[in-house]
């Protein structure tokens, strides 16, 4: 049984359900917040969340967190142990369209988090962050120790100020902060901006997929349910000050403050093709391809270095990708009854 009230942002979120799930599964008080916006269908967020609310131990609070009122409220209302910070305007190519819609959520609605922290002396933050901030980054696998000051997306550059903001916090305030850069999170009840939800629809719509870059793309495929197995580990492992950080060779990924971050990825970067011909086979169809050049905003390879996770928390994802393509399609099948 854990102790104390989570609270968790983005709870109706693909990340932020599957977290919610595990945590209740454990016995834990869980505070959800979400928008519910539009982004994609919010009919799959109202799904979520009617699964979620009917579980013990979970309450609600529908609010946007760029609401500096709302979410102080809340924060005072429940006073939180500990936060998992989920929420947030996701997307590379969509911060190309609407680069306000990141300022209000990962930037402002961040700051507002963090000021909740303070007020309420939370014991830990744990936050979203993405491997988009490895932007144009050459080096592989990315690691956190490596620095990363040149992204290539808007998205990237509000993750990264995430990062910079929960220090500040960490430095000034003694508030434990650990950082999550995500690598291509897929799986049930997934997003259907994401690649493998839309290629799956395309596919079983019999109309074609588009493909970028003409195929020659890798991605770190990361299975959801070892997502959220690492963010709650995380949670329970409270960032603490590095002894052994200096100002002359500063380490990026942690501090002489309580302030950490870590890569979650399967450490297995898969070529594009590959895993469309992994889904052509779950299908039982092949996909018709348009073949489409790189995007603005894009990068070719993905690749996560997760060493101080398994350290550090003694944590390794580890779902294959056929594995976990199998069992996406089984529950798109299902949900959508086809």
């Known amino acids: 049984m854990m102790q104390g009230t989570i609270l968790v942002t983005g709870a109706a979120g693909f990340i932020g359900f599957h977290v919610c799930r595990l945590l209740l599964s454990r016995g834990a008080t869980v ?25 013990s131990g979970f309450s609600f609070h529908r609010l946007d967190i760029a609401d500096r009122e709302a979410v102080s409220r809340v924060f005072k209302e429940t006073k939180p142990e500990r936060v998992i910070h989920l929420a947030a305007q996701a997307g590379v190519r969509y911060s190309l369209e609407r680069p306000d819609a990141y300022v209000d959520a990962n930037l402002v609605g961040f700051a507002n988090v963090l000021e909740g922290c303070r007020q309420t002396s939370v014991g830990h933050l744990v936050y979203a962050s993405s491997s988009s901030v490895y932007g144009a980054n050459t080096l592989r696998p990315f690691s956190v120790h490596h620095n990363v ?33 995500f690598f291509t999170v897929y799986g049930s009840w997934g997003r259907p901006d994401m690649a493998l939800f839309k290629f799956t629809q395309a596919i079983l719509s019999n109309e074609p997929i588009e493909v970028y870059n003409n195929g020659q793309m890798r991605r770190d495929f990361t299975y959801i349910d070892d997502v959220a197995d690492g963010v709650v580990r995380a949670m329970e492992h409270i960032a603490s000050a590095n002894p052994d950080w200096t100002s002359e060779a500063p380490d990026p990924a942690s501090s002489n403050a309580a302030y950490k971050l870590y890569n979650i990825g399967n450490t297995e970067p898969v070529d594009l093709m590959a895993m469309i011909g992994l889904l052509e086979q779950a299908l039982g169809r092949e996909a018709v391809k348009i073949w489409k050049p790189l995007q603005p905003g894009d990068v070719i390879e993905t ?26 399609v089984a529950w798109y099948r299902d949900y959508y009854r086809i």
Not at 33 to 55: F, G, H, T, V
Not at 309 to 323: A, N, S, W
């Open 149 to 181: 000051d040149h992204p290539v997306s808007l998205y990237a550059a509000t993750k990264k100020a995430n990062e910079l903001m929960a220090h500040c916090y960490s430095h000034l305030f003694g508030i434990p902060t650990t950082g999550l850069r």
């Open 303 to 328: 690749w996560a270095n997760v060493d101080d996770l398994v350290q550090d928390i003694g944590y390794r994802p580890y779902t294959p990708l056929k594995q976990g393509i199998e069992a996406f």
């Open 31 to 55: 505070v959800g917040i979400d928008n519910m916006n539009d982004y994609y269908d919010p009919a799959l967020k109202e799904a979520r969340l009617s699964l979620l609310q009917e579980q």
